[in-house]
């Protein structure tokens, strides 16, 4: 396994700041974005879980909160305002753009709950950023039509059997025009608390990660769903 530093962050997104933890290695085969919509505990949380299995299939991890401890505390449902979350994911790619280590790595994306909706509004609108995407479960949906149909990189949605909001999801996947995979993890819903259902993920995510990270995004591609399971 690659020895890591981890470094605590604080990143500019327009009027706030995002903090976040960066797991870098220089032998790092590419580096993956976690979107968090809960705030701090970046080393000891389902996401840091998450990106340790991620950092041990050989990437390097950068885990963002999208909302910042006074919203989470007074103003919860800045967690709804995808176009918001949207703009500051944006706001990470432009910092990501001035740090010489990370610039030369291919880039990853997932993104769960709201913050999937965050995530295709702002790789609709850039769309060289992001080589790969994994929605795990979340609300693809609220990005609405016109963003969904403009996501360029191969996009794999990882969803809950018992997920309540599946046929949404499954809704947002078919507006997709881009490569794109479905897989559904039997047995949990869509916080994947199933013992051993976040591994399955995170396993899911390497996976596609490892397919398409050191690929250029394309803007047609195939509907792999055939192989879900």
């Known amino acids: 396994m690659m020895k890591l530093r981890h470094t605590p962050l604080s ?8 903090e976040a933890l960066l797991a870098h290695s220089p032998d790092a085969a590419g580096l993956i974005l976690i979107a968090q919509n809960s705030v701090g505990n970046h080393r000891d949380s389902r996401e840091a879980h998450f990106a340790k299995r991620l950092q041990e299939a050989g990437y390097a991890t ?18 709804y305002n995808t176009p918001l979350l949207g703009q500051r994911i944006s706001a990470l790619f432009e910092w990501l753009r001035h740090q010489p280590p990370l610039v030369p790595l291919p880039v990853g994306l997932v993104a ?27 609300r693809p949906g609220l990005a609405g039509m016109s963003p969904l149909q403009q996501v360029a990189c191969p996009t794999r949605m990882i969803v809950g059997e018992k997920d309540d909001g599946l046929t949404h999801v499954r809704q947002a ?20 608390r199933e013992p051993g259902a ?6 899911q995510a390497a996976e596609w990660f490892q ?15 055939a192989s879900t399971r």
């Open 211 to 225: 397919r398409h990270l050191a690929h250029v995004p394309v803007t047609v591609g195939t509907d792999d769903s």
């Open 198 to 203: 976040l591994d399955t993920t995170a396993t």
């Open 62 to 79: 950068l885990i963002f909160d999208l909302l910042t401890r006074h919203e989470e505390a007074r103003d919860p449902d800045t967690r």
């Open 112 to 138: 769960s709950s709201t913050g999937s909706a965050a995530a295709i509004r702002a790789i609709a609108k850039e769309p060289t950023m992001v080589s790969a995407l994994v929605c795990r479960g979340g």
């Open 173 to 192: 996947y078919e507006q997709l025009t881009c490569q794109k995979d479905w897989r559904v993890v039997a047995g949990t819903d869509d916080l994947f």
């Open 11 to 18: 990143i500019a997104a327009g009027p706030i700041w995002l």
